[in-house]
């Protein structure tokens, strides 16, 4: 009920969660992390790719969102996640500032 609350979801989908039957939506990772103390998302961190994977799943961004914020589109930010393209040079430092590299 505690986490429930906290994340803002039903009591029910803490059960889904817990037995497997659904995955927490991405917008309720971060209070996810906040409730367990410690972060249970698992990313390769050492590529750039990996980098921003974690950073979205952290802020609870979806790809679209996290386009958004950069001013590309979803499917680039896929793409970059799966280290299948680079970001292009006008969009490094948004990017950089935002992973804070």
């Known amino acids: 009920e505690d986490a429930a609350k906290l994340i803002g979801v039903t009591d029910d989908s803490i059960r889904f969660w817990e037995i497997g039957h659904s995955i927490p939506r991405i ?3 971060p209070k996810v992390i906040e409730f ?6 698992t990313c390769e961190t050492k590529t750039l790719g990996g980098r921003i ?3 979205r799943l952290t802020h609870g961004l979806s790809h679209k969102k ?3 914020l950069l001013e590309v589109d979803a499917s680039t930010i896929g793409a970059w996640e799966a280290d299948k393209s680079l970001p ?3 969009v490094l430092p948004k990017l950089k500032e935002l992973l804070k590299i």
Do not use: A, D, S
């Open 27 to 29: 917008e309720h990772i």
């Open 36 to 41: 367990l103390g410690y972060n249970p998302y």
């Open 53 to 55: 994977k974690y950073y």
């Open 66 to 68: 996290m386009g958004r």
């Open 88 to 90: 292009k040079k006008t």
